[in-house]
């Protein structure tokens, strides 16, 4: 799996949009790019992942640079509720479904 | 709901006792994985299963084993080889074999040591 590179924090202001960004140089053209969270001493929770073309759900938005070589996550009305640490991973899909967990960006949004 | 269930949230484990972490999921999943979680740390793979009665060890499998006996069910024994327990452990599921959809995870149980 292609290594991420992380910011290892960032401050948001409550009701701003939170741009969480990844550095992934090495993907390959068949990696795919999942984000999750994880609240502290919760278990992470899921929030998007895509190929190349860019992802929204209720949760959040996906930027993937052109070139794959990078991404962005977007929490476009950051509350309190979402701070917490954010794992950008990148995988091969047909690889058995294993996620490699790094350091993450710790998120914290204040009022 | 659908979820992945880990019991208990907090276990304490004696020196040479071997411990079970329970995991059931009711999202008819065949993958189901755990992983460790030390402070301050990501997650490293412990095991993981594709498909019942079948399953490979991760990175860190010394001093740990799983079952997989039924689909919703894959429960891990921290045995007395593993030396340094102390740690939070994360029980994820994910859908289709070698697909691209996302892993869930469970709410984690925490495991220290008397």
Same mark, same amino acid.
């Given at each position: 799996?292609?290594?991420?590179?992380?910011?290892?924090?960032?401050?948001?202001?409550?009701?701003?949009?939170?741009?969480?960004?990844?550095n992934h140089s090495t993907i390959s053209g068949n990696e795919y790019v !999942?984000? !999750?969270?994880?609240?502290?001493?919760?278990?992470?929770? !899921?929030?998007?992942?895509?190929?190349?073309?860019?992802?929204?759900n209720e949760m959040a938005s996906l930027i993937i640079t052109e070139d794959?070589?990078?991404?962005?996550?977007?929490?476009?009305?950051?509350?309190?509720?979402?701070?917490?640490?954010?794992?950008?991973?990148?995988?091969?899909?047909?690889?058995?479904?294993?996620?490699?967990?790094?350091?993450?960006?710790?998120?914290?949004?204040?009022? | 709901? #659908?979820?992945?269930?880990?019991?208990?949230?907090?276990?304490?484990?004696?020196?040479?006792? %071997?411990?079970?972490?329970?995991?059931?999921?009711?999202? %008819?999943?065949?993958?189901?994985?755990?992983?460790?979680?030390?402070?301050?740390?990501?997650?490293?793979?412990?095991?993981?299963?594709?498909?019942? %009665?079948?399953? =490979?060890? #991760?990175?860190?499998?010394?001093?740990?084993?799983?079952?997989?006996?039924?689909?919703?069910?894959?429960?891990?024994?921290?045995? &007395?080889?593993?030396?340094?327990?102390?740690?939070?452990?994360?029980?994820?599921?994910? #859908?289709?074999?070698? &697909?691209? =959809?996302? =892993?869930?995870?469970?709410?984690?149980?925490?495991?220290?040591?008397?």
């Open positions: 799996d292609a290594k991420t590179t992380q910011p290892p924090s960032m401050d948001c202001a409550e009701g701003r949009a939170a741009n969480l960004p990844c !999942y984000w !999750y969270r994880q609240i502290h001493s919760q278990g992470p929770q !899921y929030i998007i992942h895509g190929l190349k073309n860019n992802e929204t794959r070589k990078s991404s962005t996550l977007i929490l476009p009305h950051a509350t309190l509720r979402d701070t917490a640490v954010y794992y950008c991973i990148v995988r091969v899909a047909p690889a058995g479904n294993m996620l490699t967990f790094g350091g993450g960006t710790r998120l914290m949004v204040k009022p | 709901d #659908g979820g992945i269930t880990q019991s208990p949230k907090y276990l304490f484990r004696k020196e040479g006792q %071997n411990v079970t972490l329970s995991c059931e999921q009711n999202l %008819n999943h065949d993958a189901m994985y755990w992983y460790r979680q030390d402070p301050g740390q990501g997650l490293r793979l412990i095991y993981y299963s594709q498909i019942v %009665n079948d399953f =490979q060890k #991760g990175d860190i499998a010394e001093g740990y084993s799983v079952s997989r006996e039924k689909k919703e069910s894959f429960p891990l024994t921290v045995t &007395s080889a593993q030396k340094n327990p102390t740690a939070f452990y994360l029980c994820a599921s994910s #859908g289709r074999r070698y &697909s691209n =959809q996302p =892993q869930h995870f469970g709410d984690g149980t925490r495991l220290s040591i008397l």
